[in-house]
């Protein structure tokens, strides 16, 4: 398996354009996320989904969209670039067995708008 | 309010010796989760444990262990006889239902050779 993965590894941006940044798992996990790092800090998560179809925000979905059409994939776009944006991007994957979760990580993506 | 609080900014050990990692949290909620991470000099993130709140057993995964006390608040995270591998960031977060995570602020451990 190849687990979580994510492209672009880094990007620049201009202000004012969009990207979609990729995230794709391998392991049939229901349960994706999209979280932020700004430097020195922890993280903040800006989407989630639990299945196929489903998605919802978390605590800073501003300024970003996501879609979720298969198990397998879950981009999140921006729109608008801003330097606000400017942050190391984790997509994580994880499941559940009994009580227990487990929970994988992308490499990320780093993102710097100039 | 949410809120996770880890106090110990950095902490350095000798190779070998035990470090404990203090995780303090604060929520209204019966029903929670609590997570730890690590982050090596790498970039990459690793996740190490998740709790809930209805399980207070404490959990031992090989030189790791971790201390679940809901009448402090706390969940601590121990390393028994830390190596140099073990240099990182460790985060501490916690989670309600609706996936409303609050993460703290990280404690970066350094294990000296």
């Given at each position: 398996?190849?687990?979580?993965?994510?492209?672009?590894?880094?990007?620049?941006?201009?202000?004012?354009?969009?990207?979609?940044?990729?995230?794709?798992?391998?392991?049939?996990?229901?349960?994706?996320?999209?979280?932020?790092?700004?430097?020195?800090?922890?993280?903040k998560l800006?989407?989630?989904?639990?299945?196929?179809?489903?998605?919802?925000?978390g605590e800073v979905?501003?300024?970003?969209?996501?879609?979720?059409?298969?198990?397998?994939?879950?981009?999140?776009?921006?729109?608008?670039?801003?330097?606000?944006?400017?942050?190391?991007?984790?997509?994580?994957?994880?499941?559940?067995?009994?009580?227990?979760?487990?929970?994988?990580?992308?490499?990320?993506?780093?993102?710097?708008?100039? | 309010?949410?809120?996770?609080?880890?106090?110990?900014?950095?902490?350095?050990?000798?190779?070998?010796?035990?470090?404990?990692?203090?995780?303090?949290?604060?929520?209204?909620?019966?029903?929670?989760?609590?997570?730890?991470?690590?982050?090596?000099?790498?970039?990459?993130?690793?996740?190490?444990?998740?709790?809930?709140?209805?399980?207070?057993?404490?959990?031992?995964?090989?030189?790791?262990?971790?201390?679940?006390?809901?009448?402090?608040?706390?969940?601590?995270?121990?390393?028994?006889?830390?190596?140099?591998?073990?240099?990182?960031?460790?985060?501490?977060?916690?989670?309600?239902?609706?996936?409303q995570f609050?993460?703290?602020?990280?404690?970066?451990?350094?294990?000296?050779?």
């Open positions: 398996n190849a687990g979580v993965t994510q492209t672009p590894k880094f990007r620049i941006l201009k202000i004012g354009q969009s990207m979609t940044l990729q995230c794709t798992q391998d392991m049939n996990h229901n349960y994706m996320y999209w979280y932020r790092q700004d430097p020195g800090m922890g993280l800006i989407y989630y989904s639990v299945g196929a179809g489903i998605t919802d925000k979905p501003n300024g970003y969209n996501v879609s979720r059409s298969t198990t397998e994939d879950f981009p999140l776009r921006l729109e608008l670039a801003a330097p606000s944006q400017t942050s190391v991007y984790f997509c994580a994957s994880s499941y559940e067995r009994g009580r227990k979760e487990t929970q994988y990580f992308g490499p990320g993506t780093r993102l710097l708008v100039l | 309010a949410q809120k996770v609080t880890q106090a110990q900014t950095e902490i350095s050990v000798v190779e070998k010796e035990d470090v404990t990692l203090d995780c303090v949290y604060e929520t209204r909620d019966t029903t929670y989760y609590l997570f730890w991470y690590k982050q090596p000099p790498s970039g990459e993130l690793v996740f190490l444990i998740r709790r809930n709140s209805f399980d207070e057993q404490n959990e031992i995964s090989g030189r790791y262990s971790w201390n679940f006390q809901k009448s402090t608040s706390s969940f601590n995270f121990t390393i028994t006889a830390s190596q140099v591998v073990d240099s990182a960031v460790y985060f501490c977060a916690l989670t309600l239902t609706g996936n609050y993460f703290g602020t990280g404690t970066s451990l350094t294990v000296i050779p």
